[in-house]
């Protein structure tokens, strides 16, 4: 998978509940490394497409509906932004 993939793949997890994750959950539950989680953490920080809810890492509202709108196949467990 290369690094665009895996920034997709990193949006649509945290797309898929809303929820706050540790980077260390994302990586796990996509199979990535941690370091490179840690710089796609940073890098969606940077541009505002993710934040820092305490030490867990969020979707920006916006940028989960867009995600979920554009999605091929619809999220399962996709709900409102909170």
Sequence with gaps: MDTLSRID??????SSDGSPHSVKEVATALNIPLDEC???????????????????LTIDPTTRAFVI???KEPLLQATPSR
């Excluded at 793949?9 to 945290?14: K, W």
């Design 38 to 56: 840690e710089h796609i953490a940073r890098f969606l920080i940077r541009y505002n497409f993710a934040q820092w809810e305490d030490t867990k």
């Design 69 to 71: 709108a554009t999605l």
């Design 9 to 14: 793949a990193v949006l649509e997890f945290l």
